[in-house]
């Protein structure tokens, strides 16, 4: 394992964590969130996702469903999206005709050709 080229990967709540652990894992250089998004009920301040996400500066691809009811568009991914501390340049996202779930064949094309991109093609 080449411990400078890890990243983090998320699906449904392991991407909303996505605004958690790579604000405080600093060995992260990628970030991949899938169908993900904020959370709808509240938090206490410590695990609330919205004082991590100003703080995740890696590249950042999140891949979601416009008509997902777990994470709806307009209200949790585009805020979680626009608050990611991450340059513009290097945060990415796709919005797919599904609901809680991306194509898979539309899924590895995006992680590989980011992941290509931002840690190198694999020799």
């Known amino acids: 394992i080449n411990t400078e080229k890890l990243g983090y990967y998320g699906h449904s709540w392991g991407a909303r964590l996505g ?3 790579p604000a405080v894992e600093s060995r992260l250089k990628v970030s991949i ?13 410590e695990a ?3 004082n ?10 999140m891949l979601n469903g416009k008509y997902d009811m777990a994470f709806p568009y307009e209200t949790t991914v585009k805020p979680f999206f626009e608050l990611l501390g991450t340059q513009s340049k290097d945060k990415h996202i796709r919005i797919y005709e599904t609901d809680h779930y991306v194509p898979k064949n539309e ?3 995006e992680v590989l ?11």
């Open 33 to 45: 969130l899938v169908v993900g998004g904020l959370p709808s009920s509240s938090r206490i301040p």
């Open 52 to 61: 991590y996400l100003p703080y995740v500066k890696i590249p950042v691809l």
């Open 19 to 21: 605004a958690i652990i």
């Open 48 to 50: 609330d996702e919205l």
């Open 107 to 109: 899924m590895i094309k």
């Open 113 to 123: 050709s980011f992941l290509d991109n931002y840690l190198g093609h694999v020799k």
